[in-house]
């Protein structure tokens, strides 16, 4: 099954909660790259979305058949949910198909085989896998109910701590100020309709750069809210290890952590305090590459053996199917 890597196609696709990256190759070289808004695509309707994908992979390549694709996939949060995804993939395709998170993809990414990854962009969680193969998870409750630390979280929570120190009789302070001014409104009182009204994640996450620009401009209630997204997020990684995570390793990414050095300072700070002797890495490769990098071991069937098994068409994969048995 080596020699399958140099001449077969082969696709890993990142779907965010804010955009997807698919990226083709085929012996080492690129084929396609290709990035787009996932809302321009995904309707969460699984049959729809597995159908809009192919077509997607098929188009990249020409209307090629890759040997493999990997996905991580934003909002698949269990094994059953990422297996009946991979299954309507399969379905529709003549290759192997793997559907993780897509936070697990951040550990192939940096060349990581087990630990746990750390997703803070649009949302927020952490996800990590027993031995066994279990799936960990700690956060991706959404912005109504947590993503602590990630884009929309963060600005939920900014809007939050100006609402606490108006009630306290404070002044408005550099924060409140640029929440009003990039929401476009005179009054803070409407601060929670507004951004309610904003209607989803990545409406609301958009306005995370107002909070760390506060923040560099001396607002002590945006490095504090900071601090605290950097502690919430270092907390699901002490949840995960409680469960039994293991590796020693935490590789962390997403948008906002990877563009904003203070939170990723917060976070550090916070693993060293929660969970000593684990290692803290940004991840600096797009998750499209760990995709990538598990679907050239998929093909030479020496997947980390604790992720899930992938759905293998039998004509294409054989000797791989057997080997994973």
């Not at 990422?82 to 993809?105: H, K, M, P, W």
């Not at 409140?176 to 990545?202: C, F, M, N």
């Amino acid at each position: 099954m080596g020699s399958m890597v140099a001449g077969e196609i082969i696709a890993g696709i990142d779907i965010g909660g804010t955009k997807t990256q698919l990226v083709a190759m085929r012996g080492g070289i690129t084929l396609a790259d290709r990035t787009e808004a996932t809302r321009g695509w995904r309707s969460h309707r699984a049959e729809e979305d597995a159908a809009a994908l192919v077509s997607m992979v098929r188009e990249a390549v020409d209307g090629a058949e890759p040997a493999a694709i990997v996905v991580g996939a934003h909002g698949c949060d269990s094994t059953d949910q990422c297996r009946a995804f991979q299954e309507l993939i399969a379905a529709r395709t003549g290759g192997a198909v793997l559907v993780l998170n897509d936070s697990e993809l951040l550990l192939p990414a940096a060349g990581q085989a087990m630990g746990i990854s750390v997703i803070a962009g649009t949302g927020s969680i952490a996800v990590a896998r027993l031995p066994d193969g279990t799936m960990l998870t700690a956060g991706g409750w959404g912005w109504f109910l947590g993503d602590e630390g990630s884009a929309s979280g963060l600005v939920r929570d900014a809007a939050r701590a100006v609402r606490d120190a108006m009630d306290r009789g404070q002044a408005l302070d550099p924060l409140a100020q640029a929440l009003l001014g990039i929401l476009d409104i005179d009054d803070p009182v409407r601060l929670g309709k507004t951004l309610a009204a904003e209607g989803s994640a990545a409406g609301i996450g958009r306005h995370a750069p107002a909070l760390f620009a506060a923040a560099e401009g001396g607002s002590a209630i945006a490095r504090s809210v900071i601090d605290a997204g950097g502690q919430a997020l270092a907390l699901l990684v002490r949840r995960l290890v409680d469960r039994g995570a293991k590796g020693g390793s935490v590789v962390a990414g997403g948008g906002v952590i990877s563009r904003q050095p203070r939170l990723m300072r917060a976070f550090e700070a916070a693993m060293a305090e929660q969970v000593p002797g684990w290692a803290v890495t940004l991840l600096t490769t797009p998750p499209a590459f760990g995709a990538v990098r598990l679907a050239e071991a998929l093909i030479r069937g020496d997947l980390p053996p604790q992720l899930p098994r992938p759905a293998i068409a039998r004509t294409v994969l054989a000797d791989s199917d057997r080997r994973m048995r």
